[in-house]
């Protein structure tokens, strides 16, 4: 979606006490729209996130004549079955959403026509070698931009499963060849070298799939999905801004209700925990086949500390806000075993490290990590007052405005639009919750 160019400034200071229950999850619902529009029978889907990455997802399974009504956050799907999805009209764009573009590049890997997907700038210069080589080992044909998009899939009526050892701790890696391996002939397994989000695994689960799963490795073999009815989490990747916001900030409590707590996505409440944050997780129940919690977070004084690279995946969206945290904490923080992060919408080792050194914070880039040495929690970031650049990344953007609420004078942050890919209300929220933040 195109937007006009926002920028924002955040007044630092205020308390934060609130309970909030953030925006719904952006890959649990992609993952709900892609399965039920495959799956044979019609699917209901509440608390939707509506956004633009998940209106892309929506918008491409519509180009491959699937039926979807969307009432606000619920959606209905009228599955077309696994072989139902047609030879799209034109390229699919997949906006800024990575997930959309590797999950759908698995599912036409087994179609038995060709298709096209493009993306936003951001999009088309990630790096999609990681998800042509094994599809292709199963037998599609997939034509890149030196390994970039736009991708044309090349569909086949005859993959063949593969036993694929995953160099890379990448979830939409996994859940590309999980679509594709609906489609394949055999068994197809999966392993992952580190623990990973598994809402793939168990949304197939959900949609009425069978598959065996042991330690870090996936065995799934060829089979249809039934439809069926999906409640989507709030995510933790989204509200962990307003956890890190409130740690930050003097005598304030957030309460947010509903979160999603999968293994594979909350290396990030460790890590702070570590830190020594006040969080605590209640309420600890199931959604959809999910496990989510009610999490209280309270104003903390944070330590730096050298962060286990088998964290690193886990919290692989959440670490522009951890390092604004670590950034607040006494000491120094390290983290090393990170290289993934300069794939993501954009360098995010460099943005952060740029963005942390304009607030007069010392910091060293390496070319897997960054070590950060924290102002102390009594202390006030020395802002240079030139804005802040976002990159166009939402989360880069989100973690510099709630950098603010720490800073001597009030921080300009550029190029926001991109936050409505995974929290479109994200300026009201953080404005209802006690944060003066303001288009300039
Ligand atoms: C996602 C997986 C992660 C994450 C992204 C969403 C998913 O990407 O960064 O925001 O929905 O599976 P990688 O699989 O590339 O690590």
């Known amino acids: 979606m195109q937007h006009h160019r926002l920028d924002f400034q955040v007044t630092p200071g205020g308390t934060i006490t609130a309970e909030l229950s953030g925006p719904r999850d952006k890959s649990i619902s992609q993952r709900a729209v892609i399965m039920a529009s495959i799956a044979n029978g019609t699917s209901y889907i509440n608390n939707i996130l509506n956004s633009d990455d998940v209106n892309s997802c929506i918008n491409a399974m519509r180009a491959l004549k699937v039926t979807i009504e969307k009432n606000n956050n619920d959606l209905v799907v009228y599955g077309v079955g696994k072989t139902g999805l047609q030879s799209p009209k034109d390229t699919i764009d997949c906006g800024n959403s990575g997930t959309c573009m590797r999950l759908l590049t698995g599912l036409l890997s087994g179609q038995d026509f060709s298709s096209e997907l493009t993306g936003d700038s951001s999009l088309r210069n990630r790096p999609m070698s990681r998800i042509i080589t094994p599809l292709e080992q199963m037998g599609a044909k997939i034509i890149a931009n030196n390994n970039k998009p736009p991708l044309t899939i090349i569909g086949s009526k005859n993959l063949q499963a593969i036993n694929y050892k995953m160099n890379i701790a990448s979830a939409q890696l996994q859940s590309s060849i999980l679509l594709a391996a609906l489609y394949a002939k055999g068994d197809t397994q999966v392993t992952t070298p ?23 490795s996936i065995v799934l073999h060829e089979q249809q999905l039934t439809a069926t009815d999906i409640n989507i989490p709030v995510d933790f990747s989204s509200v962990c801004f307003f956890m890190v916001a409130a740690l930050i900030t003097k005598n304030s409590e957030i309460i947010l209700t509903n979160v999603g707590i999968n293994t594979g996505r909350i290396g990030a409440l460790t890590i702070l925990l570590q830190m020594g944050a006040n969080i605590t997780c209640i309420n600890k129940r199931e959604l959809s086949g999910e496990p989510v919690a009610d999490i209280i977070v309270r104003s903390s004084q944070l330590q730096g500390i050298n962060i286990a690279s088998k964290y690193v995946a886990s919290a692989i969206d959440e670490w ?15 983290l090393h075993g990170a290289k993934e992060l300069r794939y993501k ?3 995010r080792i460099a943005a952060i490290a740029v963005g942390l050194k304009q607030l007069g914070v010392t910091v060293i880039e390496h070319d897997d990590g960054i070590t950060v040495k924290g102002i102390g929690s009594n202390n006030k970031f020395n802002y240079n007052n030139i804005a802040i650049e976002s990159y166009h990344d939402h989360r880069i953007a ?3 405005i709630i950098a603010g609420l720490v800073a001597d004078t009030p921080v300009t942050v550029t190029n926001c639009q991109s936050i409505s890919t995974s929290y479109p209300n994200f300026i009201t929220d953080a404005n209802n919750i006690g944060i003066d933040v303001q288009l300039v």
Do not use: W, Y
Request: contains cysteine; hydrophobic residues 40%; charged residues 15%.
């Open 194 to 216: 580190s623990t990973i989000r598994d809402h793939t695994q168990r949304m197939l689960t959900q949609f009425g799939c069978k598959l065996q799963s042991h330690n870090n």
């Open 320 to 334: 522009p806000i951890l390092l604004i945290a670590a950034a607040c904490a006494s000491g120094v923080t390290r």
């Open 345 to 347: 919408e954009t360098d």
């Open 398 to 400: 989100m973690a510099f």
